[in-house]
């Protein structure tokens, strides 16, 4: 190429529609931090979900899928389960019990609120207070009877229930809802304003009963819109995190028959984020046709194809990793795909994707990974992960494994 071509070359590109992207620029390469797994407990009866005790991290909650929590208290399973609803769970397809979070002042005045997202027998989506207080010493961890219904949503469809929880910086409690399944979003629901689904929820779990809408929703003075809506045009946000020193929000959106993605959003973003389901898949147009919500579309901060060469098909996201055991890998964010087994981390800088990096061999140099369905943080920021066929693993220093 002529060297006098460059200039306008360097032109073009500067002056390229950024909009649509930023998901591919950034090339993905082998990572090694010196990574390893240590198996946690047994094996679970389909874990989804793996979250430690606020205070202390040699307690971790196990999430079965068909609606058991488990403890494992200092590396011993307990025996009894913390909380039992599989009388009153479907965990057909992708339903079950999704998620257990604690309240953020959970073990101070008195505070034992814990927070569920199940599908009931029918397949409905349920929100739910219960309680989870601190036992006595040696007694085992066991939830109370009581129990506060937060949220009802309907499911049209077995699958894309969502089922992520997360406390925010801001103190309110984050619900995150599939489209509501079957393939294509067919009710268009995600750019809908009049239903919870294909939507991060945002609700005050203490100043009202069973809850208030926070008054700087972004939704609460538009006409028929649901004004628990936090952020919208979503198709399966399969576990969302903020970073706990930061603020920010990270999503993985599972995408429909091509690609999968990763959203991101800056702690100061203020509501209202349009991902832009089903109007577009990742940065790919999927129903040009279809009309916008009333706020443009975010465009994923990561995206990556189905198909060769690694058989990609399902995102689970991840956290920002905060702990100390492993100080390389402070600032990444972790995401793992559930058909290929593949484990990925992500740095951003100003909401730029800046480096990207393929984790698997660190993490698993001989074995494929399965069904990783999620990622889980203890009270120390360590990271685990969980697959769906039963191991829940820590990520430790290799020498630590
Ligand atoms: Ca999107």
Redesign the pocket.
């Known amino acids: 190429m002529p060297v006098t071509l460059l200039p306008s070359l360097v032109l073009l590109l500067t002056c390229a529609p950024p909009a649509q992207e930023p998901a591919a620029a950034v090339e993905t390469v082998a990572g090694d931090f010196g990574l390893g797994l240590r198996p946690v407990g047994l094996r679970f009866d389909q874990p989804l979900w793996v979250v430690s005790a606020p205070d202390d991290a040699e307690v971790l909650f196990v999430v079965e899928k068909p609606g058991r929590v488990r403890a494992v208290v200092r590396g011993e399973l307990q025996r009894e389960p913390v909380l039992d609803l599989r009388d009153r769970i479907s965990d057909r397809s992708e339903r079950g019990l999704l998620c257990l979070v604690f309240h953020p002042n959970w073990g101070r005045d008195g505070e034992d609120s814990v927070f569920l997202h199940w599908n009931d027998r029918s397949g409905h989506t349920h929100v739910t207070r219960n309680h989870l207080p601190r036992p006595e010493p040696g007694a085992p961890w066991r939830a109370t009877d009581e129990e506060e219904l937060l949220l009802f949503v309907e499911q049209p469809f077995p699958n894309h229930d969502g089922g992520q929880l997360a406390f925010g910086p801001d103190g309110h409690l984050y619900i995150g809802l599939g489209d509501g399944g079957a393939a294509n979003d067919p009710l268009a629901a995600g750019q809908d304003l009049t239903t919870h689904l294909a939507k991060i929820l945002r609700i005050d779990v203490d100043g009202g009963s069973p809850y208030a809408i926070p008054a700087d929703n972004p939704f609460v003075d538009v006409e028929g819109a649901r004004p628990e809506i936090w952020a919208y045009?979503?198709?399966n946000p399969w576990r969302f995190s903020f970073d706990p020193e930061t603020g920010d929000l990270w999503i993985g959106?599972v995408g429909q028959n091509l690609w999968e993605?990763v959203?991101f959003l800056p702690a100061d973003h203020g509501g209202g984020a349009n991902?832009?389901?089903r109007r577009?898949?990742?940065s790919h147009p999927f129903d040009p046709d279809l009309e916008l919500g009333p706020t443009p579309h975010v465009?994923?901060i990561f995206e990556y194809p189905h198909g060769a060469p690694h058989y990609d098909c399902s995102v689970t996201g991840g956290f920002v990793y905060r702990g100390d055991a492993i100080p390389e890998l402070r600032g990444w964010y972790l995401w793992a795909d559930y058909c290929s087994g593949r484990v990925g981390a992500l740095k951003q800088e100003g909401g730029q994707l800046v480096a990207s990096l393929d984790l698997t061999r660190d993490l698993a140099p001989n074995t494929k990974l399965p069904a990783l369905c999620s990622f889980g943080r203890d009270a120390d920021g360590e990271l685990y992960l969980v697959s769906l066929q039963g191991p829940v693993w820590k990520i430790v220093p290799e020498e630590a494994d």
């Open positions: 045009g979503l198709r959106d993605e959203d991902f832009g389901w577009w898949e990742g465009p994923p």
